[in-house]
T-cell receptor
């Protein structure tokens, strides 16, 4: 079993829809949770960062962490074709020497 | 300046060549990283530098040789690579290794070994 599980997709939704992306993890020592967006042939770009449990909102993006369920989510409201990319979750804690443990990445396609 | 700059963007090299990848950041970050990313896979950690000293080497073959000349620069020297080493090589930086306010990644060098 991988430490971080993420459905690779692809996930295809119409423009304007609410998108929900998720990761589950097994290591209860993880404390830092991140979502990265990666466009084709580019480096990952940090979208959201959360420490411990709770919600965080930034514009059309909301990140949620549920440590009791070992489950994190990224919601994208009013999705745009420009949101089409691969979304990677990453997390870390003292167990991983604070190095990032990555999900496989979900390819998201927003259809105009 | 919130960028990590990597050069070159593309590199094609033969198996007997020696080349270097360069990375630069001016955000005052004291941790710098080299990652390797294959298509449709997440980044895979290669090396970590903390305060200009190598702190993690993820059992990377010696044909990859990192160097950190100063706090803003990170190089990756390549020698006698194999075709399976073809990948996107990413540089990243963060405030420090134990501080996880997220990493800033460069756009990467797309390496092809022929």
């Amino acid at each position: 079993q991988k430490e971080v599980e993420q459905d690779p997709g692809p996930l295809s939704v119409p423009e304007g829809a609410i998108v929900s992306l998720n990761c589950t993890y097994s290591n209860s020592a993880f404390q830092y949770f991140m979502w990265y967006r990666q466009y084709s042939r580019k480096g990952p770009e940090l979208l959201m960062y959360t420490y411990s449990s709770g919600n965080k909102e930034d514009g059309r993006f909301t990140a949620q962490v549920d440590k009791s369920s070992k489950y994190i989510s990224l919601f994208i409201r009013d999705s745009q074709p420009s949101d089409s990319a691969t979304y990677l979750c990453a997390m870390s804690g003292f167990d991983s020497n604070y190095q990032l443990i990555w999900g496989a990445g979900t390819k998201l396609i927003i259809k105009p | 300046d919130t960028e990590v700059t990597q050069t070159p963007k593309h590199l094609v090299m033969g198996m007997t060549n020696k080349k270097s990848l360069k990375c630069e950041q001016h955000m005052g970050h004291r941790a710098m990283y080299w990652y390797k990313q294959k298509a449709k896979k997440p980044p895979e950690l290669m090396f970590v530098y903390s305060y200009e000293k190598l702190s993690i080497n993820e059992s990377v073959p010696s044909r990859f040789s990192p160097e950190c000349p100063n706090s803003s620069l990170l190089n990756l020297h390549l020698h006698a690579l194999q075709p399976e080493d073809s990948a996107l090589y990413l540089c990243a930086s963060s405030h420090q290794t134990g501080n996880n306010y997220g990493y800033t990644f460069g756009s990467g060098t797309r390496l092809t070994v022929v």
